[in-house]
Structure formats: C-alpha cells, structure tokens
C-alpha cells in the first residue's frame, strides 16, 4: 500500500498510511466546520430518529418529515435513523428521507455513509436452541435473518397481526435450518413464557415490541450500543447528541444521549425518562420537538 508522509511523521520513522490520513482530513474538516456554525451562534448536532411511531405512523412516513430534515441539513446537523427493524424491513425509509446514517436491528448493525460501523449476530447456537424451545412449547417464533423475514413456527395468525402493526410483510413461513446464516434478531409470541425464557436465555433480553410479540435481541444496550458507536465514529460532542422515540427500546437510547425526547404518543415508561415530551406522532410531534430544541 502507498504510504503518504508528514513533516513530523517522517522525521519520527513514522508513516500515516492513505486511509488513516484520510480520516485525519475527515476529523479536521468537521472540527472546522463545527468552528465556523461556534462563531455563527450555531451548535452543529446528532439527532437520532425513531422510525415506527416517530417517523412513520402505520407504517407510513408522516407528512412533511422529508422537508424537516432537509431542514436540518441545511444547519449542518447530522442525522440518524436508530430502529429496531433490520436491513429488509426497512423499506428504503433511509433514501427517500435521505438519511446517511443508520442504526438497525435495535443496534446490531450500524452504517455510516453506506459503510458498516459495527455488526452484533445472535449466535447460531442460540437460534437453534430457541428454535428447540419453540417447537417443546409451542409458541410462534419469527427469526430476522440478514437478508430475509421468516416464521420458523407459525401455529397462530400472532406474527401477521404484529407485521400489520408495523405494516410489514407477513414473516414467510420456512421451518428449516441455516446454520450459516446471520441473525440480527428473533420474535417470539408468548405471554406465558417469556419469563422462561428470560431465564433459559440469559445471554438474550426479551422485550415487548406491541401486544403481539417481544423483540430478542443479544443482551446489552440495544440501540443505544449502537448510538454510542456513531457518536464516537462522527466525533461529535456528547452535549450536542438529541434522540426522539416512542417504544420502550427507546429507553436506553434516551439515556445515552444528552437530550432525550419521548413522542406524545410513546409508551409512559419511555416519557418518565425524557428531558421533554413533545406532541403525538400525528400532531407534528417530532417538529415540534426540534423546535422547542431550536434545532430548526
């Protein structure tokens, strides 16, 4: 690989290598940007943006959320899209609100740019065993490969009502094993259980996504994992870092920012936690929001 050298970096026997330099050109530029909107009376931000109930109601992108973060680019802010859905259930939401950056799968998978920042699986050991568990009590189980939506066991109409909540596609039916396939989560559709589970299943947390299911992710943060590594990936100052929600994966994520907002609509675990509550989902919530933040 080509080797660029500095002054200093020369003089110690030291080379920055092309992309390390380019990162430090990165950095630089947005510390120079950052310098300029500090001497015009402007904070240059992070704002992550829930989809279902935040940005989208039923599944459909709420009226003028296009031309609000249009807004948002033009005072330099960043802006990022924090879901539990992963890379197939998004639907293209990223490009037609043009948001660059992503984190999915309730923090699995983080993308910056289009470049993968940080992925998080549930071991295939796991899957399995969930799948064993599932077939001995006889619950419905939605696993979310990286590339595909599929009901391993479907003896109700649990899993249609949930993707109708989200207005998803129908989770299709494939009880087959694919230990070489990558799983960012699993869904489960069991009230009576879930406790069990959260015992036989320690390295996983179980939490409601609707009445129908609850999201399984590997245990941690959830999203707000992910928040953290783009945070630290775009070098922006933890003062200036917003996130707006509904749902209680959006706890953690409040938590990890500096402003934590809950949408009128969200869930009242979720409002006990915010700096601010803003209007519902339907009555310009999440504008309202970043006004009462003057962000636009």
Do not use: C
Not at 215 to 231: M, W, Y
């Amino acid at each position: 690989m080509k080797h660029l050298h500095s002054i200093d970096a020369h003089e110690s026997g030291q080379v920055l290598t092309e992309a390390a330099l380019s990162k430090v050109f990165m950095w630089v530029e947005m510390l120079q940007v950052r310098f300029f909107l500090i001497l015009r009376g402007e904070e240059m931000a992070l704002i992550f943006l829930d989809l279902d109930g935040t940005l989208l109601y039923r599944g459909e992108i709420v009226a003028g959320m296009e031309d609000m973060i249009k807004q948002l680019k033009s005072r330099n802010h960043e802006v990022a899209i924090a879901t539990g859905r992963n890379p197939v259930l998004l639907n293209d939401y990223h490009e037609k609100l043009k948001v660059d950056h992503l984190v999915l799968a309730n923090g699995g998978l983080v993308l910056s740019n289009n470049k993968v920042i940080k992925e998080n699986f549930i071991p295939y050991k796991t899957v399995k065993k969930m799948m064993d568990f599932s077939d001995k009590h006889k619950f419905d189980l939605v696993i979310e490969y990286e590339d595909e939506y599929i009901s391993y066991r479907k003896d109700t109409e649990a899993s249609n009502k949930f993707s109708e909540t989200f207005n998803l596609p129908d989770a299709k039916y494939d009880n087959k094993l694919y230990p070489k396939r990558n799983v960012f989560a699993m869904v489960v559709f069991s009230n009576d259980l879930v406790d069990e589970l959260r015992k036989e299943f320690s390295e996983l947390q179980f939490n409601r996504s609707n009445k129908y299911g609850f999201d399984v992710n590997p245990q941690g943060e959830l999203k707000a994992s992910g928040v953290k590594t783009l945070i630290k990936h775009l070098n922006i100052d933890f003062e200036d870092t917003y996130a707006f929600g509904d749902g209680f994966n959006d706890i953690k994520m409040l938590k990890s920012v500096k402003h934590g907002v809950a949408m009128g609509n969200a869930v009242d675990e979720l409002k006990a936690v915010a700096e601010y509550v803003t209007d519902h989902v339907n009555d310009n919530g999440l504008v309202k929001g970043l006004k009462h933040y003057h962000l636009i």
